[in-house]
């Protein structure tokens, strides 16, 4: 098949390109070679290249950014998306849409499933299940894949923050306001992989199992890299961060389970996977 990966240079993208180029014919396209908040240029090079499934990637996923710049969130995560999927349906291609659990409030005390009411909490989330629904309302072809807590093979990811911390500082300070399910981009785009074979187009929930604190996290990343430093344990207010995060957004994956026939490995075995490729792979 012949996909156009969107946002091919990002932490996913970059995944997405090497996983799905195992079996597919990979057309790597960034900012460079198309912009998606330029609907005429969208629809254009779509049309002349006619993929036969678009992947959409691309994103401004930094959340105090999103605040501050509302309208830039807005036009990549919702009008962005919205041109790809017209793209998508003028080219007669199939569509795959990366979306976030940050769509939900974090106020369940339940795992939230493909029917869970989204509440988003700050305007990356509004933005990006604006840039959901639209996907889904403009292309029936549309796989919408709900993720969480990414980390994958570009520097500064969050196990590389860990370590890094680690070298300068000899501590790493994490707070433990949030649980959530870290997801290596690796497994995700096997799963992505796997559902675009099925033909069954709608929502997923595809996070890796289980769930963990920023804390939790980072001691066992340090464990897994042989390392001694400590993890201390910060408050949220002293990040000074000023985007509302949920505070428990846990994902139920039952549905990719049932309708991939695979369940993702835990954020556990993605850590350990991370560091075994991080050589071949780089950071
Ligand atoms: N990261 C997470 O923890 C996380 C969690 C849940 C869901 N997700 C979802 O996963 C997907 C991938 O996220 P990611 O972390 O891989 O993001 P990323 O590393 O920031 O990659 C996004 C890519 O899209 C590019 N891009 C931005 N604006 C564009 C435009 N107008 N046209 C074309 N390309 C554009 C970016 O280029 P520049 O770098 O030059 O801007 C970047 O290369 C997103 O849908 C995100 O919402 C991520």
Redesign the pocket.
Known sequence: MKIAV????????RELCRVLGSRHQILA???EE?????RPGTLEILSAEQPELIV??????DLEGCETNPDKAW???AV?AQNLALAAQQARSALV??????IFDGKSETDYDEVSQPNPLNQ?GRS?LAGERLSLQICPRTYAV???????H?PNNYVERVLKAADTEGVVRMPVDQLESP?Y?GHLSEAILRLIDTGAYGIYNVTGLGACTRAGFAQYVLQQADRSEPVEIVEAVALKRFAKRPVRSVLDCRLYQLVAGHTLPDWQQGIRDYLANASRLGN
């Open positions: 969107i946002g091919a240079k990002g932490m996913l993208g396209w960034d900012i198309i912009d998606i908040t330029d959409n990637s691309a994103v401004f996923v036009q990549i995560n962005g849409y990366v979306s976030t659990d940050y990356y990006k709900r993720t969480a807590w990414l980390f994958g570009t997801t981009t």
